[in-house]
């Protein structure tokens, strides 16, 4: 099992910035898949961005050029660094890790608030 703690929610202006945590519980070199996701107030929960073992990125269309995820694997942690924030950025954001296990597993943390005001 892989228990994922995130940190780094808050208020911000729009236009700020900041950056999220997510410690994992062994090594995330060994985790297939990193990846945030967000649930805006009222709306589901939406794919952000993901990072690979190898390092290979993917990201929403809604922040691809303003937000980056990275990792780094003596930590066990995974980052988003968020810039040029928005209202609609306004979200509780969550960690989630996929490991191969013989089968697939996915792993979610409890979320950290986001909320960026006018």
């Known amino acids: 099992q892989v228990q994922l703690v995130e940190s780094g929610g808050g208020l911000v202006q729009a236009g700020g910035s900041l950056r999220l945590s997510c410690a994992a519980s062994?090594?995330?070199?060994?985790?297939?898949?990193m990846a945030w996701y967000r649930q805006p107030p009222g709306k589901q929960r939406e794919f952000v961005a993901t990072i690979t073992s190898d390092g290979t990125t993917n990201y929403a269309d809604s922040i691809k050029g303003r937000f980056t995820i990275s990792r780094d694997n003596a930590k066990n942690t995974v980052y988003l660094q968020m810039n040029s924030l928005k209202p609609d950025d306004t979200a509780v954001y969550t960690c989630?890790?996929?490991?191969?296990?013989?089968?697939?597993?996915?792993?979610w943390g409890q979320g950290t608030q986001v909320t960026v005001s006018s």
């Open positions: 989630n890790a996929k490991v191969w296990r013989m089968k697939w597993y996915n792993y």
């Open positions: 062994e090594n995330i070199f060994s985790i297939n898949t």
